[in-house]
């Protein structure tokens, strides 16, 4: 499992089409087929399971936990993502509730555009 941030300081500012004041924070890019999704974890867990493919759960609103296969939980919050390997156990949750995106593919390198958390 590995922790990447992806806030606001990790981003370049939108300079072209007359932007003004816009922040933009690339994460990922595949040249394989990708999924995209939102979770909501609503005061509770996501079950124990085994990833099919590379899994990128990227927090977007509130904050919760994250396991790896050593299910020890480790906060989470708006800013941050996770990276979960093809085969790697692991598990979220929230308390308070959590919202996600969900990105899977057979390619996912988010190393190439995200700072990782060096605490994690």
């Known amino acids: 499992m590995k922790i990447y941030k992806f806030s606001k300081e990790n981003g370049k500012k939108v300079e072209k ?6 922040t933009y924070v690339k994460m990922i890019h595949t040249n394989e087929a990708a999924t995209i999704g939102y979770m909501y974890i609503e005061e509770e867990t996501v079950g124990y ?35 979960w ?28 555009f995200m700072e990782r958390n060096k605490h994690a």
């Open 17 to 22: 089409y007359q932007s003004y004041l816009a």
């Open 49 to 83: 399971h085994e990833a099919p493919i590379p899994q990128l759960f990227i927090v977007a609103e509130g904050e919760g936990w994250v396991t790896g296969e050593n299910q020890k939980r480790i906060s989470i919050k708006r800013g941050e993502a996770v990276l």
């Open 85 to 112: 390997e093809k085969g790697e156990w692991h598990t979220s949750g929230s308390e308070t509730g959590m919202t996600a995106i969900v990105i899977q593919s057979e390619e996912l390198h988010p190393e190439t």
